[in-house]
């Protein structure tokens, strides 16, 4: 795995230390200002904390703190996401063509087999770690057995790394596929959390005693889709283009190979052998 994607999950833990190090500030009791401006600014730093704190308001006493689970479920969040969005870029550029099907590579080996130079062909797939490359590789390692041996191992060798290209980009589908339910997982909480205040309030609620879990709810929805959204559409898109450059470079392998394909008895030679 490349360095970007070691870097991502402290690069997360920075980010979350900044918001929840910015929320506690918050929190510390300080003069109140009369300005509109410094209202206007509290809101709109507030509105912007919701993404990424949930808080909860105490019926009893109106103070507002961070409500701990909720919170958890929003990093959790945010994490997945940073994961998801590390993990398109990576499949994304460990999947081109020039990992898969280097045209350079492809045409190099076509004029040495034209030539004859079969040895440096075996030298040029073994050196090069694409695709196309190995599964080239594997086939001419049949030779000795024949035609159809080779053709046989060279399918079988393209099927097994195809598929192993495919099992890293599931990651990004169970992404897409879990994220929703932990943000449903919040969702319930966060009504959970707002229900809650109904019953405490005698059913005649302070709406500030519901935004807090009426906000929990949203923001972990929110969020999972966030995160669900790109991961399944990268794993879309990015599935279907190695399986398009794989099947090109596995025909492009066979035809290669084809020179070698013992010569089939014509019609004229059969009956003179009867």
Same mark, same amino acid.
């Given at each position: 795995?490349?360095? $970007? ?16 190090? /910015? /929320?506690?500030? #918050? ?8 300005s ?6 509290d809101? %709109? ?11 909860? /308001? ?27 969005i ?12 020039? @990992? *898969? &099907?280097? $045209? %350079? ?13 079969y040895? #440096? ?6 050196q090069?770690n ?5 599964? +080239?590789?594997?086939?001419? #390692?049949? =030779? ?9 191992? &060279?399918?079988?060798s393209a099927?097994?790394?195809? $598929?192993?290209?495919?099992r890293?980009?599931?990651?990004? @589908? ?6 929703? $339910? ?7 909480? %966060? ?8 019953? *405490?309030?005698g059913? @005649? ?5 519901? =935004?807090?879990?009426i %906000?929990?709810? &949203? ?6 889709? *966030?995160?669900?959204?790109p =991961? +399944? =559409?990268g ?6 283009r ?15 190979l084809? #020179?070698?394909?013992?010569?089939q ?10």
């Open positions: 795995m490349s360095r $970007m994607m070691k870097l991502l999950p402290l690069a997360f833990m920075m980010c979350l230390y900044c918001v929840i190090s /910015t /929320t506690l500030a #918050q929190n510390e009791p300080g003069e109140m200002s009369s509109n401006s410094s209202v206007a600014a809101t %709109g730093s507030s509105f912007a904390q919701a993404f990424f704190v949930s808080r909860k /308001t105490d019926p009893l006493t109106g103070e507002t703190s961070l409500e701990l689970l909720g919170s958890l479920i929003i990093w959790f969040l945010l994490l997945l996401s940073t994961l998801s590390g993990g398109i870029g990576y499949l994304s550029l460990t999947n081109q063509r020039k @990992n *898969i &099907l280097p $045209m %350079g590579v492809l045409d190099e080996i076509k004029r040495l087999l034209d030539q004859g130079e040895k #440096q062909v075996i030298d040029l797939t073994a090069e694409s695709f196309f490359s190995r599964i +080239l590789q594997f086939g001419l #390692q049949e =030779a000795p057995r024949g035609y159809a041996a080779v053709i046989r191992r &060279l399918h079988q099927e097994e790394l195809t $598929m192993h290209r495919f890293r980009v599931e990651y990004l @589908n169970v992404l897409g596929q879990v994220s929703p $339910m932990i943000g449903l997982f919040g969702t319930v909480y %966060g009504m959970i959390l707002a229900f809650r205040a109904i019953v *405490i309030s059913g @005649n609620p302070d709406p500030v005693l519901l =935004a807090g879990g %906000g929990t709810a &949203l923001t972990t929805t929110f969020w999972g889709l *966030i995160v669900a959204i =991961a +399944l =559409a794993y879309t898109v990015i599935r279907n190695i399986d398009a450059l794989t099947a090109e470079a596995t025909i492009e392998a066979e035809i290669l084809n #020179q070698f394909k013992p010569p008895p014509t019609e004229k030679t059969t009956k003179e052998k009867q």
